[in-house]
């Protein structure tokens, strides 16, 4: 009888341990739960409910629809556009991001003295107010005022009205993009640089490659590989959420060349208050933002098994 | 990362006379400088041509002839119109409350949750973090519109609420902080156990000042996000006064109809400059916080 009373008195001390655990560590989650549960699960389940009626903001009743609002944004030629636009967008602001990083990385990193003074000036954008910026680079790109024009006059080429004019305006705004977001991807770059083992480079010199551009191919390129990855598909689901420049900017215009996704949903929702269309459209953006992530963690897992 | 395997010794270098190498070097030296300061110039330009216009008279901005530097200065007139026709620092001190608001619930909420998927067992833990990996995935402009019809129904557009509750829960920062704290020795913590200390005084006095890296580093990302974060704001927000920099700044470019120039970027200097000051201040910081976010 002692005997068992002994044998389970560890025991005992030790479920109790595991129910302080247990109700501590639900105790820390709850309240990071119920705000999950508030603010993203919750408002998932209404919004997909949402987007199958007819509900308009302010509306006292609406229609169950299935999936016509759906069917309806697939075949809508603004919808559509604006998708195109976005891509095309993504398209441009992708390479140039992360390609132009790459290569002012490269080249700052065997800076010694002035490596910090590049890595601040490049950085900058990063942390300005883009509302504030595109304000500024509108006036920099003015057809008459801006001093962007005044230098094209001045090597003889056209003056060209960067942001009405329907063929430049979209290009022009992925320009902004990429001045946005290059110092941010060419610091994650530079991470990556630095944790290439030196001795390599030294063992390719032996090996006879001695230029630059062979370095780069046989080893930086390779080695660089998941910071690539990772880096293009951040920048691909950034670039892919533009909003700021273009309300601030274009409002989608001229002649709807730079409506993007994201504006046009919050034209629909916020606006004209399609509450249920825009819902939809929402869950399109969400569809395209989930690819996007699936490709990093594909991504990500190739990387552990590099 | 494993090694890679190097290729078969090419065609080995021709030998290189020492004139020939130094050429060579500064040729290379000027081409690099030459990509690296066109690249500066083109960062930089907003910045320089910002703060010239902000001092520089009507007469010279609207003046066809584009010259760097002001023949008048003008500085004071567009400063102390653009603070009076807007209650710009009024802009600054939201951002300033929006960030610090936002940041401080982020950090209670997250850190005990974080520690508690690294450390504690307890039922329903693995699916807590699959729900976490997910919600990564998901960006504000997702949940917008359902909170949007939450906060109108309860009667809380316009208030600072309003512009936080959204952000109050930041996955990323429980997956930072979890993976921070995963490499947090047991043996600590189990001989803070022994010497009767509770999980939250553990939690908030030995787990939470080991991770300091991690929460400067979260700090700065989340308070750069917010103050430059002009979609949620735009949407809850009308009322002028309540207004964090970035809809500011659209307030006064829409009422200024965008043809006062000089004052334009007097503000758009004033709502830049915060962010931009501390971020030269403590540079390090703000670069290594922005690595250890974007990489992990």
Partial sequence: MNAIALASAPPAAMRRRLWIERFTGLGFVLPAFILLALTILLPLVVLLLLSVTNYEFGGVSADWLGFKNYAKALA???????????????????????????????????????????????????????????????????????????????????????LSEPSTALATLAVIGIWQLLGFNMILFLAGLTAIPRDLYEAAEIDGCAGGIDRFLTITWPLLGPTTMFVIVTTMITAFKIFDTVAVMTRG???????????????????????????????????????????????LDKKVHY | MAEIALPAAGPVAAPITPAGAIARRLFSLVLIHGILIAGAIFMLLPFVWMLITSIKPPSEIFNAEISLWPKQFYGVENYSFALSKAPLLRFALNGVILCVGILVVQLLVAIPCAYALAKLR???????????????????????MPLYIALAELGLLNTYFSMMVPFFLSVFAIFLFRQFFRSFPDDIIHAARLDGMSEFEIVWRIVTPSAWPAIAAFSVFSAVAHWNDLYWPLIVISDAKLAPPPLGMMFFADAETGSNYGALTAAATILTAPLVIAFLIARRRFIDGITMTGVK
């Fill in chain 2, 122 to 144: 307890f039922p329903g833990r693995d699916a807590l973090f699959v729900l976490v990996l997910l919600g990564l995935c998901i960006p504000v402009q997702v949940p917008a």
């Fill in chain 1, 253 to 299: 215009g001229p002649i709807g060349s730079t409506e993007v996704l994201l504006y046009n949903i919050y034209l629909e929702g916020f606006q004209y208050f399609h509450t249920g269309y825009a819902a939809a459209l929402t869950f399109i953006f969400l569809a395209f933002i989930l690819v996007f992530s699936a490709v990093q963690t594909f991504a």
């Fill in chain 1, 76 to 162: 809508d030629p603004v919808i559509r556009r604006a998708v195109v636009n976005t891509l095309v967008y993504v398209a441009i602001v992708v390479p140039g991001g992360v390609f132009g990083a790459l290569l002012i990385a490269i080249l700052v990193q065997r800076r010694r003295k002035t490596r910090s003074l590049y890595e601040v000036i490049y950085f900058l954008p990063v942390t300005s107010t883009l509302i504030a910026m595109a304000t500024v680079w509108q006036f920099l790109l003015h057809p008459s005022l801006g001093p962007v024009n005044a230098v094209l006059k001045w090597f003889g080429f056209g003056q060209i009205a960067f």
